[in-house]
């Protein structure tokens, strides 16, 4: 599957039945999560996570951002900015992730999520990070409005005929 990520045309490509033919689906952003992890938070004062840090986070980050509610951990060692649509700001030691709703562009996301983990490094004095992880949600129309049709046909390359025997093997447990 081709996917351009720099603002230019988004397009998967899907084979047709057998053949060596091609059509193209447009593909729609929709999430962007980007995690890591800090493995020097909490292993000194400096580092550790507070609630007065996360409430600095919180002003600087809700300054630029649209975030509406703040949960805060129990014992205060982390917390989660709750936004719109399913967008999120999580510290959770050694974990920091941000997911955000694709509204403009994903170049836009990516640069959120960027802006928002330098601000929480800066806070808690974080430094080394790993293990980077970084997803990208998109929705594809079916082509010709037939999902089922797309996945048989097109992505797993079988026939009605194949299905069938397959479905049959799987209510058997032979699968």
Known sequence: MGVRLDGGPRRA??????????????LIPKALVVGLFAPTLNVSDQTRVTTDKINRIWTEVTATYRYGQLVLAADGSGCQFVGTEGSSVTIQ??????????????RQSHDKAQSILKMIARHLGASDFFNLGIKHVYHAPAPHGD??????????????????NFSRAVRSGGV
């Open 13 to 26: 490509f899907l084979r047709h039945d057998r053949s060596d033919s091609i059509a193209s689906v447009d």
């Open 93 to 106: 030691p050694p974990l920091l992730q941000v997911q955000d709703v694709i509204e403009l562009g994903p």
């Open 147 to 164: 999902g089922r049709a797309a996945v048989l046909h097109r992505i797993l390359s079988k026939s009605e005929d194949e299905l069938a």
